[in-house]
């Protein structure tokens, strides 16, 4: 196997609309791609070619919201990242940095799955 790249990663949520509304108005994410048929969306980054894929539970499916490994989204700041996501309700929690390398902190959204939100110092 030869990997070519990481184009999407995806996570499994309890309500698409609460998703839709999380990723898309509380994280400023595109929704580029929207099929409530098959319980599916996908966001994106403008000017990024990698996207969030976002999937409702499925019998047919083992992974359930909440138990989806950790997705790193990277901002500029991420004093004022926090600082505008605790205004939005989003909970999250205190900032650790490795310094010379990162600043991070964790929040969750409303299925229980956590994301980091890093700023990258290096």
């Not at 004022?80 to 605790?86: F, H, R, Y």
């Not at 309700?89 to 990162?102: A, F, K, N, T, Y």
Request: net charge negative.
């Amino acid at each position: 196997m030869k990997p070519l790249g990481i184009q999407m990663v995806w996570v499994t949520v309890n309500d698409m609309n609460q998703a839709k509304e999380f990723f898309g108005k509380t994280l400023g994410m595109t929704l580029t791609q929207d099929s409530p048929e098959h319980s599916w969306a996908e966001f994106c980054i403008p000017e990024q070619k990698t996207y969030l894929g976002v999937s409702g539970p499925s019998d047919n499916c083992p992974i359930k919201p909440g138990d989806n490994a950790v997705i790193c989204i990277t901002v500029e700041n991420v004093v004022a990242t926090k600082e505008e996501l605790e205004a939005k309700g989003v909970r999250c929690w205190d900032i650790v940095e490795v310094p010379e390398h990162v600043k991070m902190f964790l929040i969750q959204d409303e299925s229980n799955n956590y994301y980091h939100i890093v700023q990258m110092l290096s």
